[in-house]
Nanobody, 123 residues
Framework: QVQLVESGGGLVQPGGSLRLSCVAS??????????MGWYRQALGKQRELVAT???????NYADSVKGRFTISRDDTKNTVYLQMNSLKPEDTAVYYC???????????????WGQGTQVIVSS
């Protein structure tokens, strides 16, 4: 059973910074891993992509966070990070770590999720 454990959330003032961490119980660069990513879900809204990093190291960001957030990883620690700077109230959400892997049966990719960490941006 794959486990993803997030940490680093909390309350921060607008303009502040936080760094989220996600520790995986499996290798985040294994051949079956397509990408690791961060998603978020604000109250009453659908879960949305924040940032992803492929096994090859390519990154992708939502337009709303480009230039403010940075996704990175430490392969030796099986850990993915999300550095969040210049935080805005609209960044308030539960942030989820995601691992997408190839299907073992040749079907659609499989997604694994952490339990989420709350980020609140408020003065």
């Amino acid at each position: 059973q794959v486990q993803l454990v997030e940490s680093g959330g909390g309350l921060v003032q607008p303009g502040g910074s936080l760094r989220l961490s996600c520790v995986a119980s499996v290798s985040i660069t294994s051949l079956v891993t397509i990408a690791m990513g961060w998603y978020r879900q604000a109250l009453g809204k659908q879960r949305e992509l924040v940032a992803t990093i492929t096994r090859g190291g390519l990154t992708n960001y939502a337009d709303s966070v480009k230039g403010r957030f940075t996704i990175s990883r430490d392969d030796t620690k099986n850990t993915v990070y999300l550095q969040m700077n210049s935080l805005k109230p609209e960044d308030t959400a539960v942030y989820y770590c995601n691992r997408r892997r190839v299907s073992g049966t040749g079907g659609a990719p499989s997604d694994y999720w952490g339990q989420g960490t709350q980020v609140i941006v408020s003065s």
